[in-house]
């Protein structure tokens, strides 16, 4: 009899969860064998159970899905990563891809396009739909200047740009981890980090270097 791939969900949204676990519970090549809420854990969970592919998402509290990632590759297990997240933006897949996961999937295409996915990467293949590989090719074809090495937004996460974003809309940490779902302490570590990373020794320097660089979005956005 052939065996079912073993699953672990990470996602903070319990009723997403209870909804991904009986979607694939109900597929006979499936069985998930453990979930949780957060990047942290996950793991603690990898250090209990035996899985084949982790669906992960990108934003969690106390440790986010990227930061997960890279630990989990760091520390060597060997699951599969699959990302499931409401993220369309070329630059966080490929910022997932570079940390470690082996696919990237969209919330709004949770069917028949998951199960292919779960499958592809157990098998230590990469996934992307046509879309998503359609931007990466767009992006590789232009190769604009934002790809460059030095270039300060490279320099950066996704993830420590939306603190960043935050931050220089004056937000206080506090407000930024209510928005991002982050504790205060985990938006005070992006915060250093990103000091760090572009040489800053002030808060205001920070803001200063967003604005000059042209880091963030449109206020719309």
């Known amino acids: 009899m052939k065996s079912k791939i073993k699953i672990i969900l990470a996602d903070d949204h319990a009723v997403l969860r209870a909804g991904l676990k009986l979607l694939l519970n109900n597929e006979p090549d499936f069985i998930v064998v453990g979930e949780t809420s957060d990047g942290e854990k996950v793991l603690a969970l990898l250090e209990e159970l035996t899985a084949d592919v ?21 520390r060597g297990y060997p699951i599969k990563i699959l990302v499931l997240t409401m993220y369309e933006d070329e630059q966080y897949i490929k910022e997932a891809m570079r940390s470690g996961a082996l696919g ?74 209510k928005m991002l779902c982050l504790s205060v302490k985990t938006v005070d570590t992006y ?31």
């Open 54 to 74: 982790l669906i992960i998402d990108l934003s969690m509290p106390n440790m986010g899905g990227l930061e997960c990632i890279k630990e989990i590759k760091s």
């Open 104 to 177: 990237y999937v969209e919330k709004h295409a949770v069917d028949t396009e998951l199960f292919i996915a779960v499958k592809t990467v157990n098998m230590g293949q990469r996934y992307l739909n046509p879309h998503n590989s359609q931007l990466l090719l767009n992006s590789l074809l232009t190769n604009t200047p934002k790809e460059s090495a030095d270039d300060p937004y490279t320099l950066l996460s996704p993830r420590e740009r939306e603190v960043l974003k935050y931050m220089v809309r004056g937000y206080s940490m506090s407000q930024t981890g």
């Open 191 to 221: 915060k250093t980090r990103m000091m760090e990373k572009l040489g800053l020794t002030e808060k205001s320097q920070l803001v200063d270097y967003a604005l000059k660089y042209d880091l963030l979005p449109a206020k719309s956005e």
